[in-house]
């Protein structure tokens, strides 16, 4: 399969740097062979490379699940006397997850590509009643991890300290174009500005988020990068985490040089890039890969 690699803007972002470092041929079908793949008018093999592409487990169906429902919250009810109830943010994120999962039941195999669809409805012999029974423990148990956390003191914070940011972020460091996914920003006591990044985030991917947190706040209020501080909520313990307090800036800014380097010689002459040149990963993680039914390993 051969794609223009000249559709899109490259961005780096650390899912793009995640799937790179798995697999190059999974890279491949996540970020070339599936563009252009939500329009239902789109070729037939792009098409289904994008609902592939589209395709979460649980894990990252969760996080997801919270990161709307949480961002909702903040922003958009902040003055609403529910948004503060204990448990609201447990009660929404479960009402959410019924209504999801009903549309995915009805469309299991994704002709609305915009809506959630779990990958283990499509595994063969798995049962959605377990599923969902099992997903609904999950949902709980991190309503739970929330209210015994630092969500409460999050929620009452007053409108006026409640800094907006978009995620995905999309943040300009010189030539390269990086992407993050803030959670909520907030100003501390003291004039610090504080930014979450998404639920769940692993601890590399919270560095990462602090460097490029830093960028975004001086680029766009002339923050300086001391009074900027990251953290991931952890949707275990509902306990936030602190990152970057130990930021090496020009190692991070080489490593994602280095990555786009490496990402972007694979584009040929003539502006495509070929399935044949992005190398498939040593095998290990293949079973539970969403792109096996069509990789030409």
């Known amino acids: 399969m051969i794609v223009a690699s000249g559709n899109h803007e490259f961005c780096w972002s650390w899912r793009r740097h ?33 609902r592939l592409r589209t395709l979460l487990n649980e894990k990252i169906y969760l996080r997801r699940l919270f990161n709307l429902t949480l961002r909702e919250i903040f922003y958009r009810d902040c003055d ?3 948004a503060g109830e204990p448990g ?7 009402a959410r997850f019924e209504r999801e999962f009903q549309a995915m039941l009805l469309d299991m195999y994704g002709s609305d590509h915009a809506r959630p669809r779990l990958i283990e409805l499509l595994k063969p012999g798995g049962s959605a009643s377990e599923l969902a029974a099992r997903l609904r423990a999950r949902i709980a148990a ?4 929330l209210e015994n956390g630092d969500w409460p003191e999050l929620v009452a914070m007053s409108p006026e300290r409640r800094r907006w940011m ?29 930014i979450i990044e998404g639920c769940g985030a692993s601890h590399p991917e919270g560095e990462f988020a602090a460097l490029l947190h830093k960028f975004h706040a001086f680029n766009v209020w002339r923050r300086p990068p001391e009074r900027v501080r990251t ?3 952890d949707l275990g313990s509902g ?22 380097a490496e990402m972007t010689a694979l584009i040929r002459s003539d502006g495509t890039v070929d399935e044949q040149d992005f190398a498939c990963s040593d095998g290990a993680g293949c079973a539970d890969c969403r792109f096996r039914s069509i990789c030409r390993r």
């Open 80 to 82: 609403a006397e529910s």
């Open 142 to 145: 991190v309503g739970a991890a």
């Open 166 to 194: 978009e995620s995905p972020l999309f943040v300009q460091i010189g030539e390269l174009r990086c992407a993050a996914a803030p959670l909520l920003a907030f100003t501390a006591p003291g004039g610090e500005l504080r």
């Open 18 to 50: 995640w799937w790179w470092r798995r697999c190059r041929r999974g890279y491949f079908y996540y970020y070339c062979a599936a563009f252009g793949g939500h329009d239902p008018e789109s070729p037939p093999e792009v098409r289904e490379a994008h």
């Open 239 to 260: 306990r936030l985490t602190g990152h970057g307090d130990a930021l090496d800036v020009s190692a991070g800014l080489r490593k994602i040089t280095a990555d786009c």
């Open 231 to 233: 953290f991931t909520l």
């Open 88 to 94: 609201a943010a447990g009660r929404r994120a479960a």
